[in-house]
């Protein structure tokens, strides 16, 4: 860690700018190397409206050939699994439509709940005031994250009794009632390079910026679903997503 800082600070690139300019497809722009025929824009307001544009695109390329997301499978599951046969689905019960392709068929039966699940699925990421302190105390203040409020505002807030408990009692809304705030619901598109100097509109990676509080939030849910998982002893021992295990070392030992 500390010797990549160095190296980036030897280079200049401690801090990384935003994207300035993309290549977006045109048919009477520049010809790339590619074979294609780009036009460079560093306009914001016509970079930002063709992001906007391009974007709804990658979430939603599979809706036109995913049999989940069509005609009956769609009525019965739903968008968000909250469709009325989503039940039978976990009960291994559920008939899938005449016509419906092997691979769906056996994507659905893999989705019956297991025996053990019913045991495992009590998980509460609620937690205590030191507990929910110590979290942020281990957040990194780098961290991107959508809204006025980031990482290092709760970090500091957590130093001051009153800031922290206020903090504190608004995370617990998720937990304590289901309910999430409007500022959960917002976020904003992050684009990046996949490749150094490659600026074409399709070769861009798309990240989402949630709100640092729940960024938080969800990190609990995952470390408490974990720890039970561990505590059960259902865990495969050549799983190393868990504390004090890396990826390197699986690597190693295969």
Same mark, same amino acid.
Request: hydrophobic letters at 30%; one cysteine or more.
């Given at each position: 860690?500390?010797?990549?800082?160095?190296?980036?600070?030897?280079?200049?690139?401690?801090?990384?700018?935003?994207?300035?300019?993309?290549?977006?497809? @045109?048919?009477?722009? !520049?010809?790339?190397?590619?074979?294609?025929?780009?036009?460079?824009?560093?306009?914001? &307001?016509?970079?930002?409206?063709?992001?906007?544009?391009?974007?709804?695109?990658?979430?939603?390329?599979?809706?036109?050939?995913?049999?989940?997301?069509? $005609?009956?499978?769609?009525?019965?599951?739903?968008?968000?699994?909250?469709?009325?046969?989503?039940? =039978?689905?976990? &009960? $291994?019960?559920? !008939?899938?439509?005449?016509?419906?392709?092997?691979?769906?068929?056996?994507?659905?039966?893999?989705?019956?709940?297991?025996?053990?699940?019913?045991?495992?699925? &009590?998980?509460?990421?609620?937690?205590?005031?030191?507990?929910?302190?110590?979290?942020?105390?281990?957040?990194?203040?780098?961290?991107?994250?959508? $809204?006025?409020?980031?990482?290092?505002?709760?970090?500091?807030?957590?130093?001051?009794?009153?800031?922290?408990?206020?903090?504190?009692?608004?995370?617990?809304?998720?937990?304590?009632?289901?309910?999430?705030?409007?500022?959960?619901?917002?976020?904003? =598109?992050?684009?990046?390079?996949?490749?150094? @100097? @490659?600026?074409?509109?399709?070769?861009?990676?798309?990240?989402?910026?949630? =709100?640092? !509080?729940?960024?938080? &939030?969800?990190?609990?849910?995952?470390?408490?679903?974990?720890?039970?998982?561990?505590?059960?002893?259902?865990?495969? @021992?050549?799983?190393?997503?868990?504390?004090?295990?890396?990826?390197? =070392?699986?690597?190693?030992?295969?």
């Amino acid at each position: 860690f500390f010797m990549s800082k160095a190296v980036k600070f030897t280079l200049g690139k401690l801090y990384s700018s935003g994207l300035t300019r993309i290549l977006a497809p @045109d048919s009477n722009g !520049e010809l790339h190397e590619d074979g294609e025929r780009y036009r460079e824009i560093t306009d914001r &307001n016509e970079l930002e409206k063709i992001l906007l544009k391009d974007n709804p695109c990658k979430y939603h390329r599979c809706e036109d050939y995913c049999e989940l997301l069509q $005609g009956q499978l769609l009525d019965d599951i739903g968008y968000c699994g909250e469709g009325p046969r989503v039940p =039978d689905i976990l &009960n $291994g019960t559920y !008939e899938v439509p005449p016509g419906t392709s092997r691979g769906t068929q056996l994507f659905l039966e893999s989705m019956q709940r297991h025996p053990d699940c019913e045991r495992l699925s &009590n998980i509460s990421a609620r937690s205590s005031v030191e507990e929910f302190t110590r979290c942020w105390k281990r957040a990194r203040e780098q961290s991107s994250s959508h $809204g006025s409020l980031h990482n290092a505002h709760y970090k500091v807030g957590c130093e001051n009794k009153h800031i922290r408990h206020l903090h504190y009692a608004l995370s617990e809304v998720l937990f304590r009632s289901g309910c999430y705030l409007d500022r959960h619901r917002q976020g904003i =598109d992050c684009m990046l390079l996949k490749k150094p @100097d @490659d600026y074409r509109l399709q070769k861009l990676r798309t990240i989402f910026l949630f =709100d640092a !509080e729940l960024n938080m &939030n969800m990190g609990r849910v995952g470390d408490a679903g974990l720890a039970s998982y561990i505590a059960s002893g259902d865990m495969a @021992d050549e799983q190393y997503s868990r504390p004090c295990r890396s990826a390197i =070392d699986h690597v190693v030992n295969r």
